[in-house]
């Protein structure tokens, strides 16, 4: 009995250490500062009049990075709805639809009322990574969210996104906060910026009940500001402008200030939840990135843009051009005086233009030359017909050469070349059109991520290549076309097995098979050219610039449907062209299978433009079989990640020196598109993929394994805790220490 006795004391001993000291390593552990991840909220998860279930943690998804949301308890949890009346009227920039939004209710005692968080829990299985985002020296953020106040409602102390946390010591005021203010009726931007001073901004006039506002707070680290679309037809207005020093506060991970939850539907003051809204909420976004008026959520498909001299929806060369000229500058009535018009121009070169749905940009002047030359050297040019081999090559080649003039793909040109004087003098002036053209729209913007879910079709049915964009990318607008009928891959209800971690539903995947011709494939890409035979825009994504230091992650999951007849081969399932070696044919990136060893292989050039780095899979992949791939890249490491049923494992890793190759806008090989189910080599097309492919996500962060597409949500069964505070914990340890008390006076 007494040895029991022992045994039973020595389990309880543990549970008190455990109890005492491991919470606080769990809040050290999970403490450890990452790069500011974006974060999107559309609440479209659950159904009308259904309340976010509290019960289960992460209800509320994030579809960009796993940070979801969590409602404490069920008369804390706002409820979704559908209503025509509930939803905010003007469309979003994306094209996605938004059919559901959540009402955040005060409660009838005025105690409280609805509201959401990040979990902040170190005991928790989920905790949210966004809440010790770090926000690098230079960068900067923006938040958007749309809010109705309720018609029975008043305007009162309500903030409708915040950041927890109490950077000034005795003084209340929390890290963050978007709130309305009881005493002016104003929408106010509150935080405390890099240097730990508290800045404010707010709107021009009152805001008003029963009315939809489109909110957006833009810190570039140098100046705070916000803007309002209050949904008057006059789109986004500018309301002020403060200077910071840093774009928020952020201090070391010891400091528990700075790192806890990111709320919606409530505030803090004092250090205690406060401020809870009253009115419905929808659409709510926080990108890592300080986004232009042009990008926010709710801006038109198709708006003017300060710089866009010949209004052709970008600021670019073409703008420079037309102000040296002493043309009619759109944004300036006196064309040609320095510095006022040129001084728009400069300081708004490579912003971007419209986004998806706008018309048909104006072509520059290279675009036609080159459709001209592309004429003359089909009309003229005779491909040798020496054997039925050369003539499908030229066949490829003339169709690839298509895809380059209506589908923007500068760098395949190349294909054309010809032993024929009259090709090889078509393909130099095409050359000198394309490098024109490059200079014109390769103005480098920040590395956008994309999540590309092929979500958009039905099955059976192609991707259409008949319109522009029919491929969403669900975070950027940066969306995928196909070329043509013969080359667009085919939706298919034969999706991964394995759920995705975000939780969001799965159910259509893109078949990609080979022609029957040999000549091709299917595939798809971003637009590497401002197309008016499509009204195709290029993507900003193309030309994103990683910053030194920084990382990316590119994923998908894949599934070879080969046969005996055609076995695993040199297949790419993403790719980024261009060829930065020169002479050498390797394309600036590709996740691909290798004929050779079977084996699946990431390759790249990295910053150093030089250095051709390759990291490939520990077995070969096999035929019919899925696997989920991750390649992370954070500017001194190359890693590759694979799950091909048992979990994400790692490969290998490679030193890189910087994250990827990126030149400089004279440069055409590296702001080329990005593809789907194929590669490049030597410049051209190839290395078609025959399977399925689904999720593709390109990230512009070094991701860790447990933030992958397709790990396991975790535990999340049980209750959400809420967030332990210091008082709590050790009040935890006292308990375990009298249960151990007692345990040895029964023995």
């Not at 926010?296 to 073409?318: I, K, Q």
């Not at 590497?528 to 999951?557: C, M, R």
């Not at 007849?565 to 996740?591: C, D, L, M």
């Not at 210091?726 to 009298?738: N, P």
């Amino acid at each position: 009995m007494r040895q029991r006795c022992w045994a039973d004391g020595r389990i309880k001993f543990i549970v008190f250490l455990l109890t005492f000291f491991l919470p606080p390593l769990c809040a050290l552990a999970d403490t450890v500062p990452n790069p500011l991840q974006s974060a999107y909220w559309r609440f479209e998860e659950g159904t009308n009049f259904s309340s976010v279930n509290f019960a289960i943690p992460n209800s509320v998804l994030d579809s960009t990075n796993q940070n979801h949301l969590s409602a404490f308890a069920a008369n804390t949890s706002p409820f979704y709805t559908s209503d025509v009346n509930d939803l905010p009227p003007t469309p979003l920039k994306s094209g996605l639809s938004n059919t559901l939004a959540l009402d955040f209710a005060a409660h009838p005692d005025g105690l409280g009322g609805d509201d959401l968080f990040t979990a902040f829990n170190p005991s928790s299985t989920a905790i949210d990574k966004i809440n010790n985002g770090i926000i690098a020296a230079g960068g900067g953020f923006t938040l958007e969210a749309a809010f109705k106040i309720d018609p029975a409602a008043t305007v009162t102390y309500a903030a409708i996104a915040s950041k927890e946390g109490r950077p000034g010591g005795s003084r209340p005021e929390q890290t963050l906060e978007l709130k309305t203010r009881e005493d002016n009726s104003l929408l106010q931007i509150e935080l405390w910026d890099g240097s730990g001073n508290l800045k404010q901004v707010s709107s021009l006039a009152p805001v008003i009940v029963a009315h939809w506002y489109y909110a957006a707070v833009v810190d570039t680290g140098s100046a705070l500001s916000l803007y309002l679309d209050s949904n008057d037809g006059s789109g986004y207005q500018l309301q002020g402008s403060v200077p910071v020093s840093g774009a928020l506060y952020q201090a070391v991970p010891a400091n528990p200030s700075w790192d806890n939850s990111w709320t919606v539907g409530r505030g803090q003051f004092g250090g205690h939840p406060a401020d809870w809204f009253n009115g419905i909420i929808d659409e709510v976004r926080l990108s890592n990135t300080a986004l232009s008026a042009s990008q926010f959520l709710f801006a038109p498909a198709s708006s003017g843009l300060t710089g866009d001299y010949n209004n052709n929806g970008r600021v670019d060369a073409a703008d420079y051009v037309l102000w040296r000229a002493g043309g009619p500058l759109a944004n300036d009535p006196t064309p040609g005086v320095q510095p006022a018009d040129y001084a728009v121009w400069r300081s708004n070169f490579g912003k971007p233009g419209p986004g998806v749905g706008s018309s048909a940009a104006v072509p520059e002047p290279a675009s036609w030359v080159l459709l001209l030359y592309v004429a003359v050297g089909l009309v003229l040019g005779r491909p040798r017909r020496s054997d039925a081999h050369q003539a499908s090559l030229v066949a490829a080649r003339i169709r690839r050469l298509s895809v380059s003039v209506f589908a923007g793909k500068g760098e395949a040109i190349m294909n054309i070349a010809r032993s024929n004087k009259c090709w090889r003098l078509c393909t130099l002036l095409a050359l000198c059109s394309v490098a024109t053209r490059a200079v014109a729209i390769t103005a480098p913007n920040p590395l956008e991520s994309a999540d590309w879910r092929f979500e958009e079709g039905t099955s059976g049915n192609m991707v259409n290549s008949a319109v522009a964009d029919p491929v969403r990318d669900s975070i950027n607008q940066n969306h995928l076309d196909a070329f043509s009928p013969d080359t667009a891959p085919t939706y298919t209800t034969n999706v991964p097995p394995t759920h995705l971690k975000s939780g969001l539903a799965n159910t259509l995947a893109l078949s990609f098979t080979a022609n029957t011709t040999g000549g091709g494939g299917d595939d798809l890409f971003t637009r590497y050219d401002d197309n008016p035979a499509v009204s195709g825009l290029a993507k900003h994504i193309n030309d994103g610039i990683i910053a030194p230091g920084g990382g990316f992650t590119v994923e998908a999951a894949f599934k070879p449907t080969t046969t005996t007849n055609s076995p695993i081969a040199y297949e790419a399932i993403v790719g980024k062209e261009g060829q930065p070696g020169g002479s050498r044919p390797v394309q600036t990136f590709v996740i691909k299978t290798r004929g050779d060893n079977h084996l699946l292989q990431v390759e790249l050039y990295d910053g150093n433009g030089t250095d051709q780095q390759q990291v490939t899979s520990l077995s070969p992949i096999l035929q019919n079989q899925w696997y989920y791939v991750a390649a992370v890249d954070d500017g001194s490491t190359l890693s590759l990640y694979l799950d091909s049923g048992s979990g994400y494992q790692l490969q290998k890793s490679v030193p890189v020196s910087g994250a990827l190759f990126q030149g400089v806008p004279s440069n055409p090989l590296w702001d080329a598109s990005w593809t789907v189910g194929r590669g490049q080599f030597g410049g051209n097309p190839t290395d078609w993929f025959t399977g399925i492919i689904d999720e593709v996500r390109i990230t512009n962060s070094a991701l860790t394994p447990a933030q992958f597409e397709f790990v396991p949500m975790g535990a999340g069964a049980s209750a959400l805790v809420p967030e332990p505070e210091t008082a709590a914990l050790f009040a935890l340890a006292l308990i375990s220490c009298i249960a151990i008390f007692r345990g040895r006076r029964g023995t």
